[in-house]
């Protein structure tokens, strides 16, 4: 009979099987999360909160919300709807007698039956030609000239309006220049890629004082979201690796102010340049890049409980356990709601619910993370959720003890789903100074976007006005400012074209 071998006897073959059996949970959880990305049906994916607060059994108060939502974003669209014209359609003359008597003493009852038909009028260019007088006196000495119109760049061809569709067609709709410069030559202005490059980069350098006092602004505020993607750089007829951060806050009356900065690495460096010896509080998620102004004596860094989410759901194929943090995860996330439902965001009140509902789930959900944790591999999918979780739980629970800070950083992410979609159409910038250019106009248009502004409007009248505004009150000519003033003064209609 083969010698059994004390349990406390080396084997490597154990440890071999150990690291074997973490790098197949690994993989196989890997192949579960590709095949649900790739072949998935949309139940598949990771659902969005608020779609589960939807079912949840008593979700009156979330339906209620989510018309009222609605509610107001139909009266957004509406406050922004195209101009009404009103076309008269008259009886013809061979029907203008009563069908009962014959009569043909007719009169109008009372404004007639109206009905609403949206049509599309084909945008266009116009050629303008200005013509300075020029007055000389008899004398033969003296001559007047009337003053040239308006420019945003000393004798350039193309007005404030066109610039403004250049930019909000690239940072608004994500359409890469040399496809803009098709659709204006067929409108009959001749126009070729670069020269709308130069244009782009001619605002860019014209607005750049208005987004960098924007990112001040932001800066100067006591909560930021913060967040980065990828976006490639061209290199010497390749590309490299480039990134483009957001950074973005609340104002006290609402609105959101949303700034980008683009840099070649991914560092602390941008965190630092724009962060730097603030104070206040940091939303973000695990990375590392942000350490520099939150430690030791900068912002206090609040974690992201979507990224903590989105971890227990890619461990579900391979640990079902995984759905009991998910349920936690939604109670907190319950407990919003129930503060958005009563209009007590931000306030003492919602502090209040906070650390009478929100408290106790995470105290039973540390606990129950600490009972798991020596269940699973260290690199298994739940290991690296549950650990994910455990190092940053400090950061994860600041937010019950203070109502302005949120739960997760979803917001940045939003803010930088136009990039991304930008970066799948024209795949890249030229090089830093472009990237640094696309970075801010960016700013100005989602800020815009953020406030119900329409960004040609803003841009078309903001190009003129900040090579002359006073720099010590520039920003009066933010969107959020810039809306408040154009409310309170509206603009003239402007001067219809002559036949």
């Known amino acids: 009979m083969p010698r059994e071998l004390p349990q406390d006897h080396f084997c490597p073959w154990r440890e071999e099987a150990e690291e074997l059996k973490e790098r197949l949970t690994s993989l196989e959880a890997k192949m579960a999360t590709l095949e649900r990305h790739v072949f998935g049906r949309r139940t598949e994916k990771l659902p969005s909160v608020a779609a589960e607060l939807r079912g ?7 339906r209620a919300e989510a018309a009222k939502q609605k509610r107001q974003e139909r009266a957004a669209r509406k406050a922004q709807e195209a101009p009404a014209r009103e076309i008269r359609h008259a009886v013809p003359t061979e029907e203008r007698h009563c069908p009962a008597c014959g009569s043909e003493d ?9 009905s609403v038909v949206y049509e599309y009028v084909p945008a266009r260019f116009e050629k303008q030609v200005h013509v300075q007088e020029v007055l000389a006196c008899a004398c033969g000495r003296g001559v007047v000239t009337a003053p040239p119109p308006a420019r945003v760049v000393d004798r350039g ?14 940072c608004a709709d994500a359409m890469p220049l040399h496809r803009l410069a098709q659709r204006v030559e067929r409108s009959g202005v001749p126009m070729s890629r670069s020269t709308l490059t130069d244009l782009f980069h001619q605002a860019a350098s014209v607005l750049l004082p208005l987004s960098q006092h924007l ?10 979201w913060a967040d980065e993607t990828p976006l490639r750089v061209l290199d010497v007829k390749k590309t490299r690796q480039g990134y483009l951060w957001t950074f973005l806050t609340q104002t006290p009356t609402g609105e959101w102010l949303l700034g980008y900065r683009f840099s070649l690495g991914r560092a602390s460096v941008t965190p630092k340049e724009v962060l730097g010896g603030t104070r206040g509080a940091l939303v973000v998620d695990a990375y590392t890049g942000y350490n520099a102004v939150t430690l030791p004596e900068g912002r206090v860094r609040v974690g992201c409980w979507a990224h903590v989410r989105r971890r227990f759901f890619e461990a579900l194929p391979t640990a079902s356990e995984a759905r009991e943090a998910l349920d936690f995860i939604l109670a907190l996330y319950r407990v919003e709601a129930l503060a958005r439902d009563a209009g007590a965001v931000r306030t003492d009140a919602h502090r209040e619910l906070r650390q009478q509902r929100s408290l106790p789930v995470l105290t039973a959900l540390r606990a129950w993370m600490e009972s798991q ?4 591999l260290p690199k298994g999918p739940m290991g690296q959720a549950l650990s994910y979780a455990l190092k940053q739980w400090d950061a994860l629970s600041r937010f019950v003890s203070d109502a302005r800070l949120p739960l997760d950083n979803n917001r940045s992410e939003a803010a930088l789903r136009k990039a991304a979609l930008g970066r799948k159409n024209f795949l890249f910038v030229g090089h830093e100074a472009a990237g640094e250019n696309l970075a801010g106009l960016y700013a100005l248009v989602a800020t815009c976007e953020a406030n119900q502004v329409n960004p040609e409007d803003y841009l078309a009248d903001v190009l003129l ?4 505004h006073p720099h010590s009150r520039i920003g009066e000519l933010l969107p959020h400012e810039w809306k408040q003033r154009r409310a309170a003064d509206p603009p003239e209609p402007p001067l219809q074209p002559s036949p």
Do not use: C, M, N, W
Request: positive net charge; hydrophobic residues 40%; aromatic residues 4%.
């Open 373 to 376: 944790a020596p269940r699973h």
């Open 465 to 468: 006005r900040v090579q002359t």
């Open 215 to 224: 990112l001040q602004v932001i800066a100067a505020a006591e909560v930021v």
């Open 106 to 114: 007719l009169k109008p009852l009372g404004q007639g039956r109206t």
């Open 157 to 170: 061809e193309y007005g404030p309006g066109f610039l403004s569709h250049v930019v909000t067609s690239k």
């Open 56 to 62: 949840d059994a008593d979700s009156t108060a979330a």
